[in-house]
């Protein structure tokens, strides 16, 4: 008889586990919420008067980070406006390419907690 053989009360207990484990693992908006500050964190916007830099924001869903801005101005400033004779200045790209590793690691902790809980 192998190790790994399992009875059935074991073979259940193992299914529920892992559906627990596949929920925890779907369940990403704490550590979406935690990328999002870390990519912030990074973020580093031209600063005039600071009212730019101080209105950025990570909007966390289930599924996604949008990373935006209060600011009406941001997207000019982000994106440029060629017509205005505006460069582009985009700021968020380069604080996820900066933070990769941190974010990175944010999701690798929520997976290691996650699958240590199956344990």
């Keep these: 008889m192998s190790r790994f053989d399992l009875d059935g009360a074991q073979l259940d207990q193992l299914a529920r586990d892992l559906r627990a484990a596949g929920a925890d693992l779907d369940d990403l908006d704490p550590s979406n919420r935690e990328a999002g500050r870390v990519v912030l964190a990074a973020a580093r916007p031209p600063r005039r008067s ?28 982000h994106w440029g406006a060629p017509r205005r004779h505006m460069r582009a200045r985009p700021w968020y790209p380069e604080a996820v390419n900066h933070s990769r590793d941190d974010v990175v690691a944010v999701y690798a902790k929520h997976a290691a907690d996650t699958l240590k809980q199956i344990g």
């Design 50 to 77: 600071g009212v730019l830099a101080a209105s950025l924001r990570a909007d966390v869903s289930a599924r996604e980070i949008v990373f935006a801005s209060t600011a009406r101005y941001w997207t000019f400033v």
